[in-house]
């Protein structure tokens, strides 16, 4: 079975700087997608980045990037330039990849950022 | 991107009413749609995976004769919280799955408070 262990329950960074979420995984599967996820105060599940696992590149969004290394199955997210609308549970999950309509997300803990001013 | 859209965004209703929750895929179909339960600060529970024209398939723990699943075509989905009480009271929220890699897009939740 998957599993995602975010182990930073809660972090905090100052406005304008860099801040990284960890995320590791286990999986047997050699095809599938990580993502983060983010969920503000207005609850609503915004997808931050996504990386699919046969893709050696490093996903990028902006601001947001990751550092996928999948033979120590790690998935962190690094936030640049900090902003205060960075303010969010962020949420790392994990999808099969095989063809077919069962698309389950395996979802961490989560990490509760606060950008500080 | 793609739109879903859950309503009601917040319902509050009576001990041992029943209440339903719509999930709608607004500019794309989904074959597969899902349901989540989320406490405060905790992450999102899977509660049961719904496929047009089909049963949903329940999560282990769900109970599926109290969490009613309808997915009677490619754009909505509807949850329907039987004669509730008060622990049901929680956020749901639903996803969509849209043809792709990867293409999952969330509804903004709703809020059941159960009096």
């Known amino acids: 079975a998957q599993t995602v262990t975010q182990s930073q329950p809660e972090m905090s960074v100052q406005e304008a700087e860099t801040v990284t979420l960890s995320c590791t995984y286990d999986?047997?599967?050699?095809?599938?997608?990580l993502f983060w996820y983010k969920q503000p105060p207005s609850r609503q599940m915004i997808l931050v980045i996504r990386q699919e696992a046969y893709k050696q590149q490093n996903a990028t969004e902006n601001r947001f990037s990751v550092n996928f290394q999948k033979a120590a199955k790690s998935f962190s997210l690094k936030i640049s330039d900090s902003q205060l609308g960075d303010t969010a549970m962020y949420f790392c999950?994990?999808?099969?990849?095989?063809?077919?309509?069962?698309?389950?997300?395996?979802w961490g803990l989560g990490t509760s950022l606060a950008v500080n001013p | 991107g793609a739109v879903v859209s859950q309503h009601p965004s917040r319902v509050i209703c009576k001990s041992g009413t029943s209440v339903k929750i719509e999930c709608r895929s607004l500019d794309f179909q989904a074959t597969t749609m899902f349901w989540y339960r989320q406490f405060p600060k905790q992450s999102l529970m899977l509660m049961a995976t719904?496929?047009?024209?089909?049963?949903?398939?329940?999560e282990q723990g769900v109970e599926k004769d109290k969490f009613l699943i309808n997915h009677a075509s490619l754009t909505l989905s509807t949850l329907t919280v039987t004669s509730a009480h008060p622990e049901d009271s929680s956020f749901y929220i639903c996803s969509a799955h849209r043809q792709g890699p990867g293409e999952l897009f969330f509804g903004e939740g709703s809020r059941l408070t159960v009096l």
């Open positions: 999950a994990f999808m099969k990849g095989r063809a077919g309509n069962n698309r389950k997300l395996i």
């Open positions: 719904s496929n047009e024209g089909s049963k949903a398939t329940y």
């Open positions: 999986t047997s599967e050699n095809n599938y997608y």
